[in-house]
């Protein structure tokens, strides 16, 4: 039986109010794991780059921001090309939106990764 599987076998038995199987001794089970073995930290680029972080028009936020304004003289010409105009403005507040989402999750993750490795955590600027 593996090191966790008996852990998990005795925690189920202490739920339940018995005294559990006694936990046996894994070679190996002790080894510390290396820094380098560690997950890595959610990237930010995905939001930065749907934000348009340091990015202009190459951006998908810029991209329809752009289209937005290229349709918007001819509004009221076409139902279609003011439903597209509605879709372009509602979509670009959703990407906007849920980058800000994810960036806030990537950096929390981040700094969960950071203190759990007792890293040193870089000061705001």
Not at 67 to 90: C, E, F, N, R, V
């Amino acid at each position: 039986m593996s090191r966790v599987a008996g852990v998990r076998a005795t925690g189920q038995a202490w739920a339940s109010g018995s005294v559990g199987p006694e936990i046996e001794y894994v070679s190996g089970g002790d080894a510390k794991a290396f820094i380098s073995d560690a997950k890595p930290a959610p990237t930010l680029a995905v939001a930065d780059a749907a934000t348009g972080a340091g990015g202009g028009t190459f951006t998908l936020g810029g991209a329809m921001t752009a289209a937005k304004d290229q349709l918007t003289p001819l509004t009221g010409s076409s139902p279609w090309i003011d439903h597209t105009i509605a879709a372009l403005i509602i979509g670009g507040l959703v990407v906007a939106a849920g980058s800000h989402v994810y960036r806030l999750y990537a950096t929390r993750r981040k700094e969960e990764r950071l203190d759990a490795l007792d890293l040193q955590m870089k000061a705001a600027a």
